[in-house]
């Protein structure tokens, strides 16, 4: 998920290490036997992206919040010991859980919390917009390089806030925010959405324009305006924001996880298999159907359902990534696990992040053919994939690598796989359900 400033974005020569696990206890790792075809149905979890900016918008309101469908991921739990901390009082039964902010008092979300996480900042808007100050520290989040705030710093400032950074935290006092008018030079997921939060409570009317379209925003401001914030143009690039007193409790369902629901369409193309998603949204995977198809699978899209048959052999194709309802960037390293074995050469190029490419070196372990030009990837297909040692570095190379074990031939082990968890809600035994040979060990 983009929550960073400025796009296209490319990595700091002195980028921060990865955010390691949260305890001490052993990681885990995975050993996957490749080979098998993927066959069956899987139900996709809710979208983290999704659930994540509706957790911080719990703030803009007092009182009792119930989320629906929220998926049980090492993010999600972040959010909701940031949420504590602030506070609030989360219980998590299932995946139905309930956030009390009656007695947030605290507009400090600390390091030790945020540095595992960029989503963390979204508690600033709402902080700002219900406290009229806070603390947060500087988000962290995946290796691949840092994702500046910019965008989110300037679009608060120009609402009043009058922000400045402090020893590693953002922090505003005695803030009352105004409404402004603001065009984004570039799409941001993350500042869309932290400045929707803040402007449904700023006095008067706040205009944004070049607004991000992914389905997670549009589903936070529809879950904003359930709760009595005033926002026109729901679903377009300009939203125009009528700020209100106050605001109503939330109580909402998360939408499905489209890059969950297109990570397994991707493992059932790279396996040859047939697979069908169940409770998935189709209108938001078009981009990826499109390529898939493109790449010799059929798919076949239903209700609330979406069915894939994958071919012999992938083709090779020109993939290029972009903002919804453009090709994910989040597909970028599955989709380039499955053209590692393409008949041909394809290239696939990042507008989004220009060096999102740490899982190559990993998957040229497994055998891939790959070089990198600036933010494309030249990809020349092979035969098959053989199994080998791995590490995870992020999210959706996490993703990418088991794929890419799944096709392979023999055994790969997969370390670091807490990146995967972070992200991707009990994927090894929903892939174990379809057929997947997977065991989770410790390190």
């Known amino acids: 998920m983009d929550v960073g400033g400025a796009s296209p974005r490319t990595r700091s020569p002195h980028a921060p290490p990865a955010a390691e696990a949260t305890n001490t206890e052993p990681m885990d790792a995975l050993v996957i036997q490749g080979g098998r075809a993927l066959v069956g149905r899987v139900q996709i ?10 957790m911080a918008a719990t703030l803009l309101a007092p009182g009792l919040h119930t989320l629906r469908n929220v998926p049980r991921l090492a993010d999600t ?8 901390q602030l506070g609030a009082r989360v219980e998590m039964r299932g995946s139905t859980w309930t956030i009390d902010t009656s007695n947030v008092q605290s507009v ?16 600033l808007g709402p902080l700002l917009a219900r406290f009229g100050a806070a603390r947060v520290s500087l988000p962290g989040g995946c290796a691949w390089g840092p994702r500046p705030v910019n965008l989110h710093l300037d679009g608060l400032n120009a609402l009043n806030a009058g ?3 402090d020893h590693g935290y953002i922090v505003g006092r005695d803030v ?10 570039v799409v941001s997921v993350g500042a869309t959405g932290n400045l929707l939060m803040a402007a449904v409570l700023a006095e008067g009317t706040t205009v944004l324009d070049n607004v991000a379209l992914e389905p997670d925003i549009t589903a936070l401001a529809q879950v904003l305006v359930q709760c009595g914030a005033h926002i026109d143009g729901v679903g377009t690039r300009r939203l125009m924001i009528h700020g209100v007193k106050n605001l109503a409790p939330i109580e909402a369902t998360i939408i499905p996880d489209r890059i969950e629901g297109a990570t397994f369409l991707a493992a059932a193309a790279i396996t040859h298999g047939s697979i069908t998603l169940e409770h998935c949204e189709p209108a938001h995977m078009g981009a990826v159907f499109e390529v898939l198809e493109q790449a010799g699978s059929t798919v076949l899209p239903a209700d609330r359902e979406a069915s894939i048959s994958g071919p012999r ?27 590692s074995i393409a008949d041909g050469t394809s290239v696939l190029t990042d507008t989004v992040y220009l060096d999102r490419f740490t899982h190559v070196p990993e998957l040229q372990r497994l055998g891939a053919d790959i070089r990198l030009e600036g933010n494309r990837a030249i990809v020349k297909g092979v035969p098959a994939l053989q199994g080998a040692p791995v590490m995870a570095t992020d999210i959706r190379a996490s ?16 370390s670091r796989i807490y990146h995967l ?19 989770r060990v410790q390190e």
């Open 45 to 54: 979890s809710g979208a983290k992206n999704a659930a994540l900016p509706v």
């Open 77 to 84: 739990s972040t959010m909701a010991r940031v949420l504590e």
């Open 108 to 123: 400090e979300a600390p390091y030790d919390l945020v540095r595992t996480m960029r989503a963390s900042i979204y508690v």
């Open 163 to 165: 922000l400045e950074i």
């Open 176 to 185: 009352r925010l105004k409404g402004a008018t603001i065009d984004f030079d």
């Open 313 to 339: 052999r992938p083709g090779a194709l020109d993939v290029t990534t972009a903002p919804f309802p453009g090709f994910p960037t989040d597909m970028q390293a599955q989709v380039m696990a499955l053209l």
């Open 421 to 439: 968890d972070r992200g991707y809600e009990a994927f090894d035994q929903k892939l174990a359900k379809l057929g997947a040979q997977i065991q």
């Open 399 to 414: 993703a990418a690598l088991v794929l890419a074990a799944l096709s392979a031939e023999g055994e790969t082990r997969i």
